[in-house]
């Protein structure tokens, strides 16, 4: 079992930055990536991007790409987010995957219970 407890969701306003973490604890050897989704109201889960747990590659979505960087230390996974949009608006979560092939945006097997970002006008 992985466990994933997500902190530093809040209010920002458009152009302003945040910095999401992901903290991952249990068997933490068993983790091959951990990825980072979103979800909007009304609107399906969304990949966002991922890191793999060695070696530190970093995979993004379009829609976020060059905004947004995920990085690693230790246990922690940070997603931080520059020039923020309010269609950043969602619930952020972070999932932990197992399997070792590279189509980072499906295949997770634990998550964490998500945090709130809105993103202001």
Known sequence: QVQLVEFGGGL???????RLSCAASGRT?????????????????????AIRWTGGDTYYAESVKGRFTISRDN????????????????????AARMRYDRDYASGYSYWGQGTQVTVSS
């Open 75 to 94: 246990y922690r996974v940070y997603l931080q987010m520059n020039s923020l949009k309010p269609e950043d608006t969602a619930i952020y979560y972070c």
């Open 29 to 49: 050897f068993s983790i091959s990536a951990i990825g980072w989704f979103r979800q909007a109201p009304g609107k399906e889960r969304e990949f966002v991007g």
């Open 12 to 18: 920002v306003q458009a152009g302003g930055s945040l």
